[in-house]
């Protein structure tokens, strides 16, 4: 596949899978603390997501733009790619809400609302599942365990 291709293929991604978890945090926090957004509307917060999403879209695309897909030399395994998504995620966070006139604490707030949805709850869903497909196979006399 070719590098520009990777760059929209990446680009794509991101805002596919952001957009709806960041309108999803924005409006939830909407709904249920006015107070933190200024009262914005559900229209806004599905601004702000899609501006979130478009950055961080940027950021995925430069990322691979940058990066080759060679495989990591210690280990010979898939390439090691170290992306500070959380870095990533409170820098564009501030990026679209400071703007808006919200206060300091109303956007550290809402970067942790929005971190915890983009970054810690996939995370969670992701080893659940893993633990849950684990506990699916059948129990390997060779491995240790019975």
Do not use: N, Y
């Amino acid at each position: 596949m070719s590098r520009p291709r990777k760059m929209v293929l990446a680009a794509t991604t991101a805002i596919v899978f952001v957009w709806p978890a960041a309108f999803v945090a924005f409006a939830a926090t909407t709904v249920a603390a006015p107070s933190v957004t200024d009262g914005a509307g559900v229209g806004r917060a599905a601004f702000w997501a899609l501006q979130v999403a478009v950055l961080i879209a940027i950021v995925a695309a430069a990322t691979t733009r940058r990066h080759t897909a060679e495989p990591d030399p210690a280990g010979g395994g898939p390439p090691t790619r170290v992306r500070p998504l959380r870095v990533v995620g409170t820098v564009t966070a501030a990026l679209v809400l400071a703007p808006q006139g919200l206060s300091a604490a109303q956007i550290a707030l809402l970067t942790v609302v929005l971190l915890v949805v983009l970054h810690l709850l996939p995370m969670v869903v992701a080893r659940l599942l893993l633990r849950r497909r684990r506990g699916r196979r059948p129990a390997d006399p060779s491995d240790g365990r019975a």
